[in-house]
């Protein structure tokens, strides 16, 4: 079976951005794969047993990670309660965790999914929650994502993976800071499972691998193929691209104005991105000419 995937690659440069694939290999199977639960204690039945557990040390007085007995939430008996507090504003320091570190087969294909709640969603006027949910393979590559929550229904959230290398994978969610007001974020979690669902697929790409993946990759058309993006949730001034030209070289200059303080510019963004169609097994290599500039 053949599989085709649509990804987003986000292009914070200056210059020229080149993809260019490495591998093609093409492998297929149709017979049906039994399904191998690979975490232990995924509900939280057995409390915190075989979870490793993380909370910063600014945060350890009011930070909790707490199993909690059933509720309309729960899928069993009882189920996990994340809180990050408002004190938490350092994105890099400032966050918790639960995981497990697991032994992985980089030739198989993996499920990573939870149950989630966002319990305090109308209690402030911030418009989201951020849980992050990743898997760390053992030659520190993640797979995995920030996933937005807007209200406080009960979602099931996941994402599928192979993991680079064999070895052991930590794979846990996390709450770090908040996305605009720093207010305390709570969230209810269960039936966190990592599933074995198959063997690695490989699907030809059919195109030159030499070839670059990009269309108008040294902006000789301006922004022609390019999508525009960015995030400004404190309104600052001055977040811009635009596309200069020097002596017929044109580049992308991105800018990005400085803060008044560390956590001002928290969840800022802009950039550019396209759209492109990748094959599922294959290896792709991202490269970009890039030249930061201070004021």
């Known amino acids: 079976m053949k599989k085709k995937v649509n990804i987003i690659l986000f292009g914070f440069i200056f210059s020229t951005m080149l993809i260019q694939?490495?591998?093609?290999?093409?492998?297929?199977?149709?017979?049906p794969y039994p399904i191998k639960l690979i975490n232990t204690n995924p509900g939280?039945?057995?409390?915190?047993?075989?979870?490793?557990?993380?909370?910063?040390?600014a945060i350890q007085g009011s930070?909790?990670?707490q199993v909690r007995n059933k509720t309309k939430f729960t899928e069993g008996n009882r189920h996990l309660l994340l809180k990050l507090p408002k004190t938490a504003v350092n994105n890099q320091e400032h966050y918790i965790h639960v995981g497990q570190n697991l032994k992985?087969?980089?030739?198989?294909?993996?499920?990573?999914?939870?149950?989630?709640?966002?319990?305090?969603?109308d209690n402030h006027?911030?418009?989201?929650?951020?849980?992050?949910?990743?898997?760390?393979?053992?030659?520190?590559?993640?797979?995995?994502?920030?996933v937005i929550l807007k209200d406080n229904k009960p979602k099931k959230i996941g994402f599928k993976f192979t993991p680079d290398s064999n070895g052991k994978t930590f794979c846990y969610i996390a709450l770090l800071t908040h996305?605009?007001?720093?207010?305390?974020?709570?969230?209810?979690?269960?039936?966190?499972?990592?599933?074995?669902?198959?063997?690695?697929e490989f699907t030809t790409d059919p195109r030159d691998q030499k070839s670059n993946l990009l269309k108008n990759p040294s902006f000789d058309h301006g922004f022609k193929n390019w999508i525009k993006t960015y995030n400004n949730p404190h309104n600052i001034d001055g977040l811009n691209q635009i596309i200069l030209d020097s002596e017929n070289n044109k580049r992308l200059r991105l800018f990005f104005p400085k803060g008044?303080?560390?956590t001002h510019l928290n969840n800022t963004w802009t950039?550019?991105?396209?759209?492109?169609?990748?094959?599922?097994?294959?290896?792709?290599?991202?490269?970009?000419?890039?030249?930061?500039?201070?004021?």
């Open 44 to 57: 939280f039945e057995e409390g915190l047993d075989n979870w490793d557990t993380y909370i910063a040390p």
């Open 260 to 262: 008044k303080n560390s």
């Open 63 to 65: 930070a909790i990670i």
């Open 271 to 295: 950039g550019i991105f396209q759209k492109i169609k990748l094959y599922s097994g294959n290896s792709y290599k991202i490269s970009a000419s890039i030249h930061r500039q201070f004021p």
């Open 179 to 200: 996305p605009k007001k720093f207010i305390d974020t709570i969230i209810l979690v269960d039936d966190l499972r990592i599933e074995e669902t198959g063997k690695r």
């Open 104 to 121: 992985l087969n980089s030739n198989k294909l993996y499920r990573y999914s939870v149950k989630v709640q966002w319990i305090n969603a």
């Open 125 to 146: 006027n911030i418009s989201n929650a951020v849980v992050s949910i990743w898997a760390k393979n053992a030659d520190g590559i993640f797979n995995g994502n920030d």
């Open 21 to 31: 694939f490495t591998l093609c290999r093409s492998i297929s199977s149709s017979k």
